[in-house]
DNA sequence: TTGTGATCATCT
DNA sequence: AGATGATCACAA
């Protein structure tokens, strides 16, 4: 997505965050990208960060890759979500990247992870590969803070694999572990190198990762909050 | 080149 | 089918 239309003024608010959200639910990625002078590629194949983008965008999220809250007057992270039919999240959900060499002695509080998820606005869309992207709808947003329980969840896996990769155990994880949290790759390709620490404090070049939050994760934020249709009962 | 935006493409 | 590891585009 490229250039476009004049940006959207970053929101004053939560308040008024939450009524532009609010506005998009229900449209159409392909109405709102015309509203904003871009047009909805065919597949996300080779714009897999479109959707995100265009809502960012869309909410007057400051633009730019850049370590803060899409929203820094707020401290709002947002995050679309695609989900099925069910309302049931289709993808994990990138946390950010693993800043391999300084992951010793890092403690959850205060932890990039713990500051981002914070506060996280939640806009669900419609994830299904086989409906054309411009023709997929918003859905109603969502801004979330994590329950005592959430937070002790993700903090437990963040200290369980922060814990692994501070003594250099990097190559040890897995994306198996952790029940919320996950570490996976993050990188270009298989080739992408970034310098860690072995066991022996001894530096070397290994792929990029990153946290994720795991589907199974967001399903249950998103079941606590909306009034969804049973998984049983549908198929 | 790195971090943010993520989804794709296989494998089990 | 669901999850893991691989991958794509763009901005700074």
Redesign the pocket.
């Known amino acids: ?3 476009g239309l004049p940006p959207v003024s970053p929101p004053e608010s939560e308040v008024e965050l939450l009524a532009r959200a609010r506005a998009l639910a229900g449209r159409t990625l392909g109405a709102v990208a015309g509203e904003h002078g871009v047009s909805a590629p065919p ?11 265009l ?2 965008r869309a909410l007057g ?1 400051t ?6 809250p ?1 929203f820094p007057a707020l401290g709002v ?6 989900v099925d039919a069910r309302g049931v999240p ?5 946390v ?2 693993i ?1 391999l060499e300084t992951m010793a002695g890092a403690e959850w509080e205060g932890s ?1 992870v713990q500051r ?1 998820l914070a506060k996280v606005l939640w ?1 669900p ?1 419609e ?1 299904d ?1 086989r409906l054309e992207v411009a023709r997929r709808r918003l859905g109603e947003p969502l801004l979330w803070s994590p329950s005592s329980a959430e937070e002790a969840e993700l903090r437990h896996d963040w200290e369980e694999l922060s814990g692994l990769i501070g003594r250099g155990g990097v190559e040890q994880v ?3 572990l952790g029940r919320a949290l ?1 570490v ?12 860690a620490l072995d066991a022996e404090g001894a530096f070397f070049a290994t ?2 990762r ?1 946290f ?1 939050l ?3 994760f967001t399903a249950r934020v998103l079941q606590a909050h909306y009034h969804l249709p049973g998984a049983a009962g549908a198929r």
């Open positions: 997505m490229s250039a597949d996300l194949r080779r714009a897999k960060g479109f959707v995100g983008t809502v960012e999220a633009a730019g890759s850049r370590a803060e899409d992270e947002c995050k679309t979500l695609p289709c993808e994990s959900t990138f950010c990247t800043a990039v981002k806009v869309v994830g590969r897995r994306g198996e996950q996976r790759p993050k990188a270009a390709g298989s080739w992408s190198r970034r310098r792929l990029p990153g994720y795991r589907a199974t």
